[in-house]
Each structure stands twice: as C-alpha cells, then as structure tokens.
C-alpha cells in the first residue's frame, strides 16, 4: 500500500494561513490524495481530494506537486474550529482507506 | 441530511462482559465499514460491507469479535468476551460505492473502555 509521511504536529495563529504538507514519494498513477480531519471527539470528516490538479473548496485548498510525490493542504484563514487532527491518504479505486497518525494541528489565538 | 449514527456513545464494562455497538448509516449508502481506533492512532479498517455481505473482514479478530448487516442498513458490531486490550473507540463509517473510491462518512464513535 502507497503510505505518506506527515508531520506529527504543526501551530498556527489565528487568522493566518496554515501549511500542511505531505509526502508520498511511491504514490502510483491511479491514487487519489485524499484529505480527512479528526475533531475531538468526533469522527474524521472529508476535506478535499484530488488526483494532479490544484483543487479548492469551501473548506480548504490543496495543492499538489508536478511530480505527485508531495502535496499541501491549504486552510486559507485558521480558526480555533481548524484545531484538529489532518490526515493524508492516498487511495485508487477498489483501495482501502489507510491512515496513518496524521498531523495535530494547535491554532492559538 | 442525517448522518451516521452510532449508539451507545459511550460504554464502560468489565473484562469478560459481552459489548454490542450500533450503527446506522447514510440513506442509501451501499458501503459500511467498522473501524478502531486506539489512542493517538489513525482509525484501523475492522470490516467492510457491501450491502448485506461482508467483502472485507481480513482485520477483524474473530474469536471474539463479530458483526452483522441484516437487510444491508443498520449494522452491529459485537465483543465477546471484552478484554483490556479492547478499549478504544469504535467508528462506523458509510459510503455510496467504495469500488470509486467514494468519500466516507464518519459516525461520532462509540468510546469503550474495559475495565
């Protein structure tokens, strides 16, 4: 299975733009990057997918790499409702979801 | 729209007590999945069903664990006998077609702690 590398954790003031990368360097061509957040206490949530093209929506943009090989969530204004866990997760039709430890994100006020 | 409903959200039992968890998921969401997730860890697949027949239980210990879908809706999760090891939370997630790798829809969890 194509695995990712996260940071375990990242700070971000509110308000600011937040950056969260990842690296997939054995990503194949039919994987999907996928992004979820975990809440406290909540389930993970779908934040944004995409397969080579920059993509946005109402939560978040993602940015992916010519090479494919790493890709960057986008929170464009951080607030205290952003503090959450970030996972990154490749996945190709018929594939299972994986995930990993993903990235604790802190946003201080 | 309603979501994924999971209940009891909380469940504290002694080792060797039975556990079942519920779930119910999206309307018309032919995918279910169980998973586990331990402390400070990323959710782990325990089963997946499409409609009514499990197509994916690879990870779920099966001396003591079971699950059922009956009419390929509402699903359970059972323990039997709970060990310490078992604490953690339970999530359930639904999706419309897992072959396209639809989105998942997480229910909030049911946290269990073994005692």
């Known amino acids: 299975d194509a695995k990712t590398t996260q940071p375990n954790s990242m700070e971000s003031n509110e308000e600011e733009p937040v950056h969260l990368p990842c690296n997939h360097s054995t990503i194949s061509g039919t994987d999907y990057i996928h992004w979820y957040r975990q809440l406290p206490s909540q389930g993970p949530e779908y934040v944004i997918h995409g397969l080579t093209s920059n993509v946005n929506n109402r939560m978040a943009s993602l940015a992916i790499a010519e090479d494919r090989k790493s890709s960057t969530l986008i929170l464009h204004r951080a607030t205290l409702r952003d503090a959450a866990v970030y996972y990154c997760i490749l996945r190709a039709s018929y594939d299972k979801v994986i995930f990993g430890p993903g990235t604790s994100l802190s946003v201080i006020p | 729209e309603a979501g994924v409903v999971q209940s009891p959200r909380y469940k504290i039992i002694e080792k060797k007590q039975p556990v079942a968890f519920w779930c119910n998921p999206i309307?018309?969401?032919?995918?279910l999945y169980w998973y586990l997730q331990n402390l400070g860890q990323g959710p782990e697949l325990l089963i997946r069903?499409?409609?009514?027949?499990?197509?994916?239980d690879s990870q779920l210990p099966k001396d003591r664990f079971s699950a059922e879908r009956l009419k390929g809706v509402d699903s359970t999760l059972k323990i039997q006998p709970a060990e310490l090891g078992d604490s953690a939370v339970y999530l359930c997630a639904s999706s419309l077609d897992w072959a396209n790798a639809d989105t998942q829809y997480f229910g909030p969890g049911t946290r269990l702690t073994v005692l």
């Open positions: 309307s018309g969401h032919n995918t």
């Open positions: 069903y499409e409609n009514e027949e499990a197509v994916d």
